[in-house]
C-alpha cells in the first residue's frame, strides 16, 4: 500500500496535468538491482534475474490494475543490459572527468551483506538494509569524487528552499556540513612530525592547552615508541578501535583517553601542550586530529576535568567574568579576548578573522573550509550489480573498457555462494580478459557498482528510454528535464537525493543538460501506517494491495490512500476507512444512474440563460465552488484529502437537489443543462483520484473519446457569488417597500416577487394595475389608478 500511495500521488499529478493540457511523461521503471533483490533470491533458492523479472511481471500486473497512467513504451529495469550499459557509459565519462578513483582505505563492512556500504548507508552504525552491525575495514575500493561538489549541491540547497520540503534540504545541508575555520600546523617536540589541525574557532588558539588525535591516528603508535606509555597506549588503542562509533561520539558517551607520550607545541603560545589520543576524536572526521580548549568546549572541559590537564579562559564573556579553577559549563559563545596576546580586548567574532592572518603571516596557518561529505564508495563486493568497466593490467595498471565494448555483461549462468559471496572473483571466462591497451592477458574488476549509482540518472533515461546509440538525446533532455514534479519518501534524503543531485551536476559539466537541478519540485510522502508500526513484510501488517483491488475494485483503493491522510502525512490504515471510500463511489455512481436520463436529454447551457429557481442556481454556484476547490487544492496546495472532500460535499450536494428535480425538470429551457455541467464536472472532477468508474460514466453519457483526453473543468467566479439585491418599490413613484431578489433574477421573477409582497398586495388591494416599470437592478415602479 506504500507503493499504492507514492505511485496513486504521481498519478493524480499526471492526470490532473494532462487534462490541464499539457504533455505529461509519466514514466515508470525498475531499480531492480542490488542487495534486497540478491539476498531474496539467495532465500528463496532461485538465481536474482529469475527472481527480479518474476518480480517485475508481477508489479506491473498490480500497477497495471491500479489504472496508473504510465507511458509503459518507456519502462526500464537497471538489470537489463541495454540499461546498465549506460550506467557503465556514465562511470567512464565520470573516470575521464577525474571524478573517479581507487584507493585502499577505511570502509564500511557489512558482514550480514558481505559488502562494503558508503558512509549514506551506515544508519545509527548500521546497514540501512539489513540492520547489521557495520564494521570498519581497510580494503581498497572505487570512489566518486562526489566532494569536489560539496560547495555546488550545498548552493543548490539554497535555490530548492520553498520547492523542496525544508527538512530534506537541512539533512542534505548538514550532511554536507560546511564550517568555517583555520587549518593549524603543530609541531611535535623533539620528532620532525607536524599536525595538521583543523579548528573552527581560532580565536580560542590562546587557550588550546592539549591535543587529542583518534586512536586510528597512524602517529599514535608511532609517538609513543619506545616511551613508558607504550604498552598503555597499544592497549587503549586496541579496545577503542572496537567501540561503536556513534556511541564514541556521543555526547553522553564516556570520554576515555590516554596520554601518548609526545608533546606539541602551541605555534601561538609557544607552550608545550601533551598529546592525548581520546576514543571520542574519530578518523573520518577533518585530519583526525584536534586541539583541545577546556575552557571553550564542553567536551574538552570534560576530558581535562577527568584527566587533570590545565584550563585556560581566552574569551570572558561581557557580563560575568568567569573563573577557571570553579567553571563547570564551557563558554562556547562570543565574548571578549583575553590572555591572547596582541589579540587581547578585541571581540571574538573579529578576532577570528584577524587570527587566521598571523597564522598565514608567520605561515603556520591559514584559513580554511571544512566539510563532513567524504567520497562516494561505490564498490560492491556483490554479484547482482552493474559491473565496473575496468580492466586491471600489470602493464598498463587501470584501463577503462573502450565505449564500443560495452556492455561489459554480468554472466548469468554463475551459481550463488549461500552467503552471498559474489561468483564473479573465481569465475575465469568474466575475470580473464585481455588488456584493451596492450592486449596482454588482464584481469576484469570483479567489484560491481552500488546500486544507486543506477538510479542516480535513470530519469534522464526516460525521456529517450529506446536509445540505443546513447544513454540520452540532447534534443529530449532539454525538452523534458529537470522533472517538475518528484514524489519520493523522506529516507531517500541523503542517499538517492543528493547522488542524483550530484550526478545533475557532473552531466551539466559535461554539457549533457542545461539545469542545474533534477528535479524542480519533491513531494515526501509519509508512510502508510498499520497497528502503529509501518506497513512492511518483517512486521507482518501488510495489506496487499490486491486484495483490496480485488474485493472492492481500484477505483477504492486509490481513493482511500490519497483521502485518509494529506500526501506528506503519515496514513494510518483503517478498514472502515477503506469501506467508506467504497460507500461513496457507490452514491456517485447511484445518484449518475439517477439522473443519467435527463443528462442525454438536455443540451448546453446557453451563454444568456435565465433561470428563476433558486435550486438551478444553487446547483450551478455549488459546481463553480467545487471547481475551484478541487482545483486548488491539486495544482497550488497538493492536498489530495481535500480536494477529495470538496466532491464529497459535492455529491452531498446533489442529493439535496434530487428532491426538488421532479418539479424543475422540464420548467426553464436551462433545467437539464445545468444538471448536465454539474454531473459532467462531478466526473471530470473524480477522474484523477478514481479513473476507472469516472471513464466509465464518461462513456455512459456518449461521449466517444476517452476522459484522459478531456479538458479540466474551467472555473468561473461569476456563477460562485450569493449576492442578493435591495429592490425598492414603488407605487406611482413613492417608494413603499424594499424587497431582496437574487442578483441574477430576471425581470419576471422581480415582477412577481413585487406584487406577491403582502404589504404592497395589500395596498393595490381592489385598484387596477395599469403598468409595471422595472429598473434592473434599482427599483421597480407599479403604476395603478
Ligand atoms: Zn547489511
Ligand atoms: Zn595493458
Not at 165 to 183: D, F, H, R, T
Amino acid at each position: 500500500m506504500g507503493h499504492v500511495r507514492n505511485y496513486g500521488i504521481g498519478d493524480v499529478v499526471a492526470r490532473f496535468m494532462r487534462m490541464k493540457g499539457f504533455n505529461v511523461l509519466h514514466p515508470i521503471g525498475w531499480d531492480a538491482f542490488g542487495l534486497p533483490a540478491e539476498n531474496a533470491a539467495i532465500k528463496n533458492k532461485k538465481h536474482p534475474a529469475k527472481w527480479t523479472e518474476d518480480n517485475i511481471a508481477t508489479m506491473q500486473t498490480q500497477l497495471r490494475s491500479l489504472g496508473l497512467s504510465y507511458d509503459w513504451d518507456r519502462e526500464i529495469a537497471t538489470c537489463r543490459p541495454e540499461y546498465y550499459r549506460w550506467s557503465q557509459w556514465c562511470f567512464l565519462k565520470f573516470y575521464e572527468k577525474g571524478l573517479v578513483y581507487r584507493k585502499k582505505s577505511q570502509v564500511n563492512w557489512c558482514d550480514a551483506c558481505n559488502t562494503v556500504l558508503a558512509n549514506e548507508q551506515v544508519i545509527d552504525g548500521c546497514c540501512w538494509r539489513c540492520d547489521g552491525e557495520v564494521e570498519d575495514r581497510f580494503q581498497e575500493g572505487w570512489f566518486f569524487k562526489i566532494t569536489d561538489y560539496a560547495d555546488r549541491l550545498l548552493e543548490g540547497c539554497k535555490h530548492l528552499s520553498g520547492k523542496w520540503p525544508e527538512q530534506v534540504l537541512i539533512m542534505q545541508s548538514n550532511w554536507i556540513g560546511k564550517s568555517y575555520g583555520a587549518e593549524v600546523d603543530f609541531k611535535i617536540k623533539e620528532k620532525n612530525e607536524t599536525i595538521k589541525v583543523f579548528t573552527t574557532r581560532p580565536d580560542t588558539l590562546y587557550g588550546a592547552t592539549f591535543m587529542v588525535l583518534a586512536p586510528e591516528h597512524p602517529l599514535v603508535s608511532q609517538l609513543s615508541l619506545g616511551t613508558k606509555q607504550e604498552i598503555e597506549v597499544n592497549k587503549f588503542v586496541n579496545k577503542v578501535k572496537q567501540e561503536d562509533k556513534l556511541a564514541r561520539t556521543s555526547e553522553k558517551g564516556e570520554k576515555k583517553g590516554v596520554f601518548t607520550g609526545a608533546y606539541a607545541v602551541n605555534p601561538l603560545t609557544g607552550e608545550d601542550i601533551p598529546v592525548w589520543s581520546a576514543n571520542f576524536v574519530l578518523m573520518d572526521y577533518g585530519t583526525g586530529a584536534v586541539m583541545s580548549v577546556p575552557a571553550h568546549d564542553q567536551r574538552d572541559l570534560d576530558f581535562a576535568r577527568k584527566y587533570n590537564l590545565p584550563i585556560r579562559i581566552v574569551i570572558q564573556p561581557k557580563d560575568r567574568p568567569l573563573d577557571e579553577s570553579n567553571m563547570t559549563e564551557a563558554f562556547s559563545t562570543n565574548g571578549i579576548m583575553v590572555n591572547s596576546g596582541s589579540f587581547n580586548g578585541l571581540a571574538s567574532e573579529e578576532a577570528k578573522k584577524k587570527v587566521c592572518e598571523h597564522l598565514e603571516d608567520i605561515k603556520i596557518g591559514k584559513s580554511s573550509v571544512n566539510f563532513r561529505l567524504r567520497d562516494w564508495g561505490v564498490s560492491r563486493q556483490r554479484y547482482w550489480g552493474t559491473p565496473i568497466p575496468i580492466v586491471r593490467c600489470e602493464e598498463c595498471g587501470l584501463v577503462p573498457v573502450p565505449e564500443n565494448e560495452l556492455p561489459v555483461q554480468l554472466p548469468l549462468d554463475v551459481k550463488l555462494g549461500d552467503r552471498g559471496q559474489s561468483p564473479l572473483t573465481t569465475l575465469g571466462k568474466f575475470y580473464k580478459t585481455q588488456c584493451p591497451k596492450c592486449g596482454n592477458l588482464a584481469r576484469r574488476e570483479t567489484d560491481t557498482l552500488d546500486t544507486f549509482v543506477c538510479s542516480s540518472w535513470y530519469f534522464n533515461r526516460f525521456t529517450s528510454a529506446k536509445n540505443n546509440q546513447s544513454a540520452f538525446n540532447k534534443d529530449d533532455l532539454d525538452y523534458w528535464m529537470p522533472v517538475d514534479q518528484y514524489v519520493g519518501g523522506i529516507e531517500h534524503a541523503i542517499l538517492h537525493l543528493l547522488y542524483s543531485r550530484f550526478f545533475h551536476l557532473v552531466f551539466k559539466d559535461l554539457g549533457f543538460i542545461k539545469s542545474d537541478e533534477p528535479f524542480d519540485c519533491l513531494l515526501t510522502q509519509g508512510m502508510v501506517i498499520k497497528d502503529g508500526a509501518k506497513m512492511s513484510k518483517s512486521k507482518g501488517n501488510v495489506v496487499d494491495p490486491d486484495e483490496i483491488i480485488q474485493n472492492y475494485g481500484a477505483d477504492t483503493a486509490r481513493l482511500f490512500i490519497l483521502f485518509a491522510a494529506p500526501p506528506a502525512k503519515d496514513l494510518e490504515w483503517s478498514d472502515q476507512g477503506v469501506e467508506g471510500c467504497y460507500r461513496f463511489l457507490k452514491r456517485v455512481w447511484k445518484i449518475f444512474d439517477d439522473f443519467i436520463i435527463d443528462i442525454k436529454l438536455a443540451g448546453s447551457i446557453t451563454k444568456d440563460y435565465k433561470t428563476d429557481s433558486k435550486e438551478l442556481l444553487e446547483l450551478r454556484r455549488v459546481t463553480h465552488v467545487t471547481i475551484g476547490r478541487v482545483t486548488d487544492d491539486i495544482q497550488i496546495k497538493m492536498q489530495f484529502n481535500t480536494a477529495i472532500a470538496a466532491i464529497m460535499e459535492f455529491v452531498n450536494h446533489l442529493y439535496t437537489f434530487r428532491d426538488s428535480w421532479l418539479l424543475l425538470k422540464g420548467k426553464d429551457d436551462c433545467s437539464r443543462p445545468i444538471v448536465k455541467e454539474s454531473f459532467e464536472t462531478l466526473i471530470l472532477l473524480l477522474a484523477p483520484f478514481a479513473p476507472h468508474i469516472a471513464e466509465e460514466m464518461w462513456s455512459l453519457l456518449g461521449h466517444k473519446t476517452s476522459i484522459v483526453q478531456v479538458e479540466w473543468p474551467v472555473f468561473n467566479k461569476d456563477f460562485t457569488t450569493t449576492e442578493e439585491l435591495l429592490i425598492v418599490v414603488q407605487l406611482n413613484g413613492k417608494v413603499r417597500q424594499r424587497i431582496t431578489v437574487s442578483a441574477s433574477a430576471s425581470q419576471e421573477v422581480i415582477k412577481s416577487l413585487a406584487l406577491n409582497d403582502s404589504k404592497i398586495k395589500e395596498q393595490t388591494k381592489g385598484r387596477e394595475i395599469k403598468k409595471v416599470i422595472v429598473v434592473p437592478g434599482k427599483l421597480i415602479n407599479i403604476v395603478v389608478k
